[in-house]
């Protein structure tokens, strides 16, 4: 079992800078595949970034991919998503998942990941 729950969201201008947190419980963090995902009201939840157990292997969505990193820190039990030259399309709510699976790289589909957060709220304004 994986307990995630996420900070960091807030309000910002286009063109600043967020770090979303996602601090997980559980023994099996380090076994984990991370995920960031993302939703606005009407439409699905979208992948925005993942890592794999070792952090070696990084996978982002096109539309961010340049402008946002996701890192883990193993230690601490705890996944980051560093957003930059935010922009008004980036406004959604914020999900950190994970899932434990020996898979090879960090599933883009939001239907591999069993564990969810609550979501934190990003807006961009222009």
Do not use: H
């Amino acid at each position: 079992q994986v307990q995630l729950v996420e900070s960091g969201g807030g309000s910002v201008q286009a063109g600043g800078s967020l770090r979303l947190s996602c601090a997980a419980s559980g023994r099996t963090f380090g076994s984990s595949v991370l995920g960031w995902f993302r939703q606005t009201p009407g439409k699905e939840r979208e992948f925005v970034a993942g890592i794999d157990r070792s952090a070696i292997t990084r996978y982002y969505a096109d539309s961010v991919r340049g402008r946002f990193t996701i890192t883990r820190d193993n230690s601490q039990d705890t996944v980051y998503l560093q957003m930059n030259s935010l922009k008004p399309e980036d406004t959604a709510v914020y999900y950190c998942a994970a899932y434990i699976r020996p898979t090879v790289n960090p599933s883009t589909s939001r239907y591999a990941y069993d564990y969810w957060g609550q979501g934190t709220q990003v807006t961009v304004s222009s």
